[in-house]
């Protein structure tokens, strides 16, 4: 990884290893750490550890208070469906119909407007 970009925290270069993409590649590249937890993700890019891929929603105060900047704004990455797989419906305890129902919803407002997609801030 390169130095912390000049003038701005929580924006540095990083080198992608790894073959040449095809003409019409649409993936996320290869990187050189994986994780799962979008908070740790969070912290390294606000302590400077690279570039990242995060939801816009996650992120939007540290983009407000310029901790973290956006960075390939026509880009985005590829969309990820979410499954919630039960055995049965019937039958199912109400706390994890409260907890579907409140995922759903939590989905949809976590969803990226159509016109905001095109490289808006």
Known sequence: MGPPHPGRRGVATASVMG??????WEAVP???LTLNSLGMIQQLLVNGAGIGV????FV???????????IL????SPVVPAWAVMPTRRYLPSKTRIFLAHLEDFLKK???????KAGGR
Not at 60 to 70: F, S
Not at 110 to 116: G, I, M, S
């Open 110 to 116: 976590a969803a990226v407007p159509e016109n905001a």
């Open 60 to 70: 939007k105060e540290d983009v407000r208070r310029q901790r973290l900047v956006r």
């Open 30 to 32: 290869p990187g050189r």
């Open 73 to 76: 704004a026509e880009w985005q």
């Open 19 to 24: 073959p040449a993409p095809p003409p019409a």
């Open 54 to 57: 995060l939801p816009l929603n």
